[in-house]
């Protein structure tokens, strides 16, 4: 089930969606973590217990991936492309752990027209990624590069 | 060759450091991109060439990921672990194409004590994640939960 397609032009401030849910395995969190975040406590169950956090947690970094690809599947903004130009406030509020299940909440904040390029636009959108608890893991604004509807 | 094990005490406001260099393999590019930002101009050239990236590109989150590891692995902030608790101003500067060779430049921006927490602080390091032709892909701040030696 996708979303309509829709152009800068036909978001307007307020607009949000909700994605669909993802479970993280613990087998995805480590092949994630041994790539590219191999420290203890994302991938040895002895040194998390050890560690700030306890237990094993994902990286934040893979949770700010599996964001990206739950909001491209959610089809929410493919007229486009999910182009990112940056991220404001990004901010790790609670741990991952494997098992969770995340869903995306996206708010659009904020419109910004390209001077001089009526073909373009930038929309801000506040993104909060949510546990199966409803406890926001992470929260982000999001700044995504979008064209208006081909006339 | 690692670099000095410190705590949080031991940086000032000025330090710096770089990373190791890494370069991505258009096959590495494609397996991150199929797995957390599956869209046409990560994956197909030719979609690529009709997209505003006009080649193929790596995912702005998987530039992140490898900044991430890079970090880890130059073990400048092994000492306390490399615990973010946010981002501020990341930006997407430049397209990074596969085979490009990134290497991350990090510098102390600011130091913030934690309230009533003598053991703990925030660090700020401003990083540049650099291209083999010393352009700028991506920038941002840091902000990075840090302990103080133990005495």
Redesign the interface.
């Known amino acids: 089930m996708k979303l309509p397609e829709r152009y800068f032009d036909e978001f307007v401030v307020g607009d949000t969606f909700e994605t669909a849910p993802f479970t993280l395995s613990e087998k995805e969190s480590m092949a ?1 973590a041994h ?5 203890p ?1 994302h991938l040895d169950p002895e040194a998390a217990a050890a ?2 956090f306890h237990e094993l947690v994902a ?4 949770t ?3 964001t ?2 739950l909001i ?2 959610s089809g929410v903004l493919r007229a486009t ?12 509020l609670a741990p991952v752990l494997p098992g969770d299940t995340l869903r995306v909440r996206g708010e659009v904040v904020e419109k910004v027209p390209w001077p001089g390029k009526k073909e373009r636009g930038t929309m801000r959108i506040r993104l909060q990624t949510v546990n199966q608890n409803d406890v926001v893991v992470m929260s982000q604004i999001a700044n995504v ?1 979008m064209r208006t509807r081909p006339s």
């Not at 990286?59 to 893979?62: A, K, N």
């Open positions: 994630f790539l590219y975040d191999p420290q406590f560690s700030p990286s934040g970094w893979q700010a991936a599996i990206m690809r491209v599947q492309g999910v182009i990112g130009t940056g991220i404001d406030d990004l901010r790790w590069m």
